[in-house]
């Protein structure tokens, strides 16, 4: 089974518009963090977002939220007020256990704001 | 400037021709990672390492190697090269405990094995 599950290959967001990227894991390691990473067409893979397993807030970072829905195992993006810079590939990632450094990817979504 | 460096950023090669591809980082972290990234398939971890001298094998560890002598380089090594393994390659490295585990990233290694 994939670890992480990105379903949308593709969306388009009007600018300024909000906007949901889905992502959903699987695991039964109760400690886990969750990531959220954009790249841009340049390449660079760009921190975005942490979600820890534990935390009882969804993480909040600038424009973007992580909504956190633990018994869904969801850990959906939302970017608020989109501008067109932020048309990229954005990556769902978990990392399993406390201080572990195995990681999984999900397939991506690329994100493309309409002005 | 705290960064991930790679070398080469690209590279074209031939089937069988050993090639290595190294990363340096210079923020003192203990956790290193390499990925490839392929179309439709995201980025998928190839070997890790927690600290020097230990490392694991990730999702898609046939064909590859790495090394982790010093804390601060994790080369990434192909003994014969094939074409499947033409991807973009990503150096990562983190430090576990501190908020969110963020991981940095290199620039990426563009790879071409004819």
């Known amino acids: 089974a994939q670890k992480i599950t990105q379903t949308q290959p593709g969306m388009f967001v009007q600018e300024k518009e909000a906007v949901t990227l889905d992502c959903t894991y699987d695991t039964s390691d109760p400690s886990y963090g969750l990531f959220w990473y954009k790249q841009p067409s340049s390449g660079e893979m760009i921190f975005l977002i942490y979600q820890g397993s534990y935390d009882q807030q969804n993480a909040t970072e600038g424009r973007y939220s992580l909504n956190f829905q633990k018994a869904r195992k969801s850990a959906n993006l939302v970017i608020s007020a989109s501008q067109l810079g932020d048309s990229a590939m954005y990556f769902c990632?978990?990392?399993?256990?406390?201080?572990?450094?195995?990681?999984?990817f999900g397939t991506g979504t690329s994100l493309t704001v309409i002005p | 400037e705290a960064q991930v460096t790679q070398n080469p950023r690209y590279l074209i090669t031939v089937t069988g021709k050993k090639l290595t591809v190294t990363c340096s980082q210079n923020?003192?972290?203990?956790?290193m990672s390499w990925y490839r990234q392929d179309p439709g398939l995201g980025l998928r971890q190839i070997y890790y390492s927690m600290n020097v001298e230990v490392t694991d094998k990730g999702d898609v560890p046939e064909g590859y190697k790495v090394s982790r002598k010093e804390k601060r380089n994790f080369p990434l090594i192909l003994e014969s090269p094939s074409p499947n393994q033409t991807s973009l390659y990503f150096c990562?490295?983190?430090?576990?405990?501190?908020?969110?585990?963020?991981?940095?990233f290199g620039p990426g290694t563009r790879l071409t094995v004819l």
């Open positions: 990562a490295s983190s430090h576990p405990g501190l908020q969110g585990d963020e991981q940095f």
């Open positions: 990632a978990m990392r399993e256990g406390q201080l572990g450094n195995q990681f999984y």
């Open positions: 923020m003192n972290h203990e956790y």
